[in-house]
Nanobody, 126 residues
């Protein structure tokens, strides 16, 4: 089992920044491709960003491209999401997800991932 715990969410004004972290334990973190997703009430979970096991390959949803950056530190067993120029429409519960994987792969669908954190709330005020 891979345990994932998110942190770093909170309330921020539009235009501000937050950095989310996802601490992993229980398995060898560097063997897992990772992703960030977000969800608002009544809507399906939305892909935000994905990263391969060694961090060499990343992708970001068009809605966050140029504003958000996914990264990982395998020495610290931690996944990050740097969020800049936040907008009210970024308000959601953000969750990290993991899947045991080979190199150069990341998933872009929630159904690609097997392990999930509990989520952290991000609220952007206008």
């Amino acid at each position: 089992q891979l345990q994932l715990v998110e942190s770093g969410g909170g309330l921020v004004q539009a235009g501000g920044s937050l950095r989310l972290a996802c601490a992993a334990s229980g398995r060898t973190f560097s063997r897992f491709a990772m992703g960030w997703f977000r969800q608002t009430a009544g809507k399906e979970r939305e892909f935000v960003a994905g990263i391969s096991t060694n961090g060499g390959d990343t992708t970001h949803a068009e809605s966050v491209m140029g504003r958000f950056t996914i990264s990982r530190d395998n020495t610290k067993n931690t996944l990050y999401l740097q969020m800049n120029s936040l907008k009210p429409e970024d308000t959601a519960v953000y969750s990290c997800a993991g899947k045991l994987s080979g190199t150069n792969w990341y998933g872009t669908s929630q159904y690609d991932y097997d392990y999930w954190g509990q989520g952290t709330q991000v609220t952007v005020s206008s």
